[in-house]
């Protein structure tokens, strides 16, 4: 795509985006004071807590930017190891371990439509409110695109790529590594993009339902404190890092799939 | 072409298990064929007759229920690097650009980088594709696919060559072009090749000898000698009497007619009764 090509696609997305802060800040006049923030306020307000470089009184000793931190720290832990296993196990049961595909895949089909907002609780009670129990929310709502997705892919692998290779006397290893591996791998990302939207959802709700720190546990802080502009802001400020991670991985996506038409 | 055989067949039977009954059902039984050293054999029969299971046996990438298969006197065991083969619908590999996906074999057999990259360069220019050794294969034409499955089952050199209805899913003209493409290829690289196919033009016009097969169970019913000149191009024998009295005999052999005399210039069929009677109906 040429470069006037893609600033116009930008140019045609941001508009409705401007055009509903514009309105948002010109409408506010009209709502009940105490209700809702403006654009500006929010920009002001996340602005001051972005840029603080001490921590405010009652806030965990921690910064808006320092909770961010710890936030971000127990995605990467959960979805990390949610990515490891749920590749894993899903590259096993779609191809070398057909017995066990009969017996895992339906329990952990029902281990997935488990309401995961609703297993926070329970892995407060297990694990304690803490770092291990944010980490298993984040790994357990996480595993199951991971695992899926590799799963459906791998079994979905065309079998004239398998004839190809094994014609040509290829054995196990260059067989899943050269062949199963990246023939899955649209199929992975899939399950990656899916497991980043989710492990956000995640974090902030088990932040919001216990913690000492985290953007969720901010967040809770200023609504308690009644600061409309940073409860709105913090809202927008978690959207926002959710994008940029999904464009990060995207970008890392159109690397690897190259050889796809229309990625 | 030296007269020592290259492929012995030997009374192949392979048969699957009827689908909800314990009957077996042959796609092959008997079949026997052998072919020499650098010579090029095309089997030709209806769609159904065992071809592809001949060949996936050939390959080894099914087993016999009976019989062997001997490659310069040896029994074969599994798939190896002597032997390659074009499957149908080309079956390259997506996520490799044209040189990886030539390079595949040579991978396999653990050629060094370097050399593996002056192989598949000497093949991209074979098969006419330079400048397109980068390219994926979703970026590439019918035909451009086809070359770049042909060079990947030549680079890493087998003696063998199988090749399993490799023009069907191209248009004529492309179709017509790589004919040719492949005589010419074969006969710089020697290889003993072995043809499936389904169009008896295609049969004759490549081949030293067309194997014709039956239906069910898939056996050799007779050799036909193609004794058309070499070096040849499908393209120009075509027209030629000699190459339409062999295709009339396949065809013969096809239908299950008794082998009879050409009755050039007999009565031909009316098509306007023809249609007329159905019209009647």
């Not at chain 1, 404190?225 to 995207?250: C, D």
Request: glycine share 8%; aromatic share 12%; charged share 25%.
């Amino acid at each position: 795509m040429s470069a006037l090509k893609t600033l116009r696609k930008i140019l045609y997305a941001a508009i409705p985006i401007i055009a509903f802060f514009l309105f948002w800040q010109l409408g506010s006049r009209y709502i009940p004071r105490g209700v809702l923030s403006t654009p500006v306020k929010i920009a002001e307000g996340m602005w001051k807590e972005l840029t603080r470089s001490e921590p405010e009184r009652n806030m965990g000793g921690l910064t808006l930017l320092g909770h961010t931190g710890r936030s971000l720290w127990r995605i990467v832990k959960g979805f990390t190891l949610a990515g490891v296993v749920g590749i894993v196990f899903g590259f096993l049961l779609g191809t070398y371990f057909k017995p066990l595909e009969k017996l895992f895949v339906p329990f952990f089909q029902v281990c997935e439509k488990l309401n995961p907002f609703a297993i926070i609780p329970v892995f407060m009670i297990i694990f304690g409110i803490g770092e291990e129990e944010k980490v298993a929310i984040v790994f357990w709502a996480s595993i199951w695109p991971f695992l899926f997705n590799t799963y459906e892919g791998a079994k979905r692998i065309d079998n004239s790529f398998i004839r190809a290779a094994r014609s040509m006397g290829a054995g196990r290893g260059k067989l899943f590594a050269g062949v199963i591996v990246p023939a899955t791998l649209p199929y992975v990302f899939t399950g990656v993009k899916l497991a980043i939207r989710i492990s956000f959802f995640m974090i902030i709700a088990a932040e919001l339902a216990g913690a000492t720190s985290g953007i969720g546990w901010f967040y809770i802080q200023k609504k308690t404190a009644y600061k409309l502009a940073l409860v709105y802001g913090s809202i927008l400020f978690i959207t926002f890092l959710a994008i940029v991670f999904n464009a990060a991985f995207a970008r890392i996506e159109k690397h690897f799939l190259r050889w796809k038409e229309n990625v | 072409m030296s007269n020592a055989p290259k492929i012995e067949i030997r009374g192949i039977d392979r048969k699957f298990k009827k689908r909800g009954s314990n009957e077996d059902f042959y796609a092959l039984s008997g079949f026997s064929l052998t072919v020499r050293e650098g010579e090029f054999v095309t089997i030709v029969g209806p769609s159904g007759c065992g071809k592809s299971t001949l060949l996936d046996i050939l390959v080894g990438l099914a087993k016999a229920d009976g019989g062997e298969i001997l490659i310069d006197g040896k029994p074969i065991n599994g798939a190896a690097l002597d032997r390659g083969i074009v499957l149908q619908g080309y079956a390259l590999f997506p996520w490799r650009s044209v040189r990886r996906n030539i390079e595949f074999g040579l991978e396999i057999k653990r050629v060094p980088k370097k050399e593996r990259r002056d192989v598949s360069d000497r093949f991209i220019k074979l098969v006419g594709l330079e400048g397109f050794e980068n390219h994926y294969p979703y970026e590439l034409s019918g035909g451009m696919q086809q070359r770049v499955a042909i060079a990947r089952s030549l680079a890493y050199d087998p003696e063998v060559l199988f090749m399993d209805e490799p023009f069907a899913a191209v248009d004529a003209q492309t179709r017509e072009t790589m004919q040719d493409e492949l005589l010419s290829i074969w006969e710089k690289t020697g290889k003993t090749v072995i043809f499936v196919t389904h169009s008896i033009e295609e049969a004759v016009g490549l081949a030293d000898r067309v194997a014709v097969v039956s239906k069910s169970p898939g056996r050799i019913k007779e050799v036909v000698e193609v004794d058309l000149p070499r070096p040849r191009r499908v393209s120009q024998v075509r027209d030629t009497t000699d190459f339409n009295i062999i295709t009339h005999r396949v065809w013969e052999l096809l239908q299950d007619k008794d082998p009879a005399p050409l009755n050039i210039g007999g009565p031909a069929v009316d098509i306007s009764e023809a249609i007329l009677d159905d019209a009647a109906i």
